[in-house]
């Protein structure tokens, strides 16, 4: 089982692109040490504005879920971002 999350992120303290790469590496390197695959997929010229994506692998749906609520609580107390948008699906193979 898989769950994949697109996010839109707004970084209201990011001043320039320097800014921006400081708190997505931070936040990437927070989501890798718990096992979320994060990868930066638009918005790359925009200061205040990313788009990541995530994707978690679980045995079970249950777990994914529990992994998927982790990530979010993570992200809602991350103060240097806000989440604009949330989309997230669940694959089975």
């Not at 997929?41 to 994914?64: I, K, P």
Request: hydrophobic share 40%; proline share 1%; net charge neutral.
């Amino acid at each position: 089982m898989f769950c994949t999350i697109r996010l839109e992120l707004e970084l209201p303290y990011a001043s320039s692109l320097k800014d921006k790469r400081q708190t997505l590496r931070s936040l990437k390197d927070r989501l890798r040490r718990r096992n979320v695959s994060v990868a930066e997929c638009d918005n790359h010229d925009f200061w205040q504005r990313a788009t990541l994506e995530l994707a978690v692998a679980a045995v079970s749906r249950g777990a994914a879920e529990e992994k998927r609520e982790e990530v979010r609580r993570m992200l809602l107390n991350y103060e240097e971002l806000a989440i604009l948008e949330w989309y997230e699906e669940f694959v089975k193979l």
